[in-house]
């Protein structure tokens, strides 16, 4: 998508490396990575494992800091290096939403609740959680079941109320590792057409972490990371 002159980028690193250990155990996770994303643009990242891109996702998640570099979210500067210029737990419920391989539903909360709960740490009042959280699973077609625990909802019923979660506090910012790999390629691509829709529609940055490379046409940008780094690839036969 076009990016809005209005908005800052949804995310900017600049120079991120991450180096771990030092001397001679020293290994070098992610090397000099630079990206910006723009609100509306779903990007996937390929690479093999060991490629740093789970770094990279956890570094931009503010959930592992870069060696160096500088992270901006949404216009606010949020990480220099290791230096955290923001509460980082505030900042990530209020401005990130997460979806992982598995969808780490809370098993004795039924799917409105698993995501009327995210807002609620937020100190949004119970009932409007719980109506925003309905018009979620409305949206992302599995209202009708809002009153089921999750071992009575399918894998890819499961990953559509987690994303409904990362979208509770309206993030500038989704993050997804491996979304779809416990789900078949029907429910796999359904799943990741949903991350499209959400950033073309709901106006956030998707980053999805992917081995599955049948569902490339969904994405407005394709990256590669090998041994740390990041490279455009191609995304249907174009350079993106």
Do not use: C
Not at 21 to 28: I, L, R, Y
Not at 38 to 61: C, N
Not at 143 to 148: H, L, V
Not at 158 to 169: S, Y
């Amino acid at each position: 998508m076009t990016a809005n002159a209005n908005h800052p980028p949804a995310v900017e690193a600049i120079g991120l490396t991450k180096i771990y250990g030092s001397g001679n155990t020293e290994v070098v996770a992610m090397k000099d990575v630079s990206v910006k994303l723009s609100r509306g643009e779903v990007v996937a990242l390929l690479g093999p494992s060991g490629a740093g891109k789970s770094t990279f996702l956890t570094a931009v998640g503010l959930i592992n800091p870069p060696t160096s570099g500088r992270i901006v979210i949404g216009g606010e500067a949020v990480m220099e290096g290791e230096r955290a210029l923001v509460d980082l737990r505030a900042f990530r419920r209020q401005h990130l939403g997460f979806v992982f391989q598995k969808a780490n539903l809370i098993p004795f909360l039924n799917a409105v609740e698993n995501v009327a709960v995210a807002m609620e740490i937020n100190d949004v009042a119970p009932r409007a959680a719980r109506q925003r959280a309905m018009e979620l699973l409305d949206y992302l077609g599995v209202a009708e079941r809002a009153n089921n625990l999750p071992d009575a909802l399918s894998g890819g019923q499961q990953q559509r109320v987690a994303v409904a979660r990362a979208l509770a506090n309206q993030p500038s910012l989704i993050l997804a590792d491996e979304p779809t790999a416990a789900l078949d390629s029907h429910r796999g691509r359904q799943v990741m057409e949903l991350f499209r829709k959400v950033a073309h529609e709901r106006g956030s940055a998707v980053i999805v972490v992917t081995h599955d490379h049948r569902s490339l046409d969904v994405f407005d940008r394709t990256y590669e990371m090998e041994d740390g780094k990041l490279r455009a690839s191609l995304h249907d036969g174009h350079a993106v």
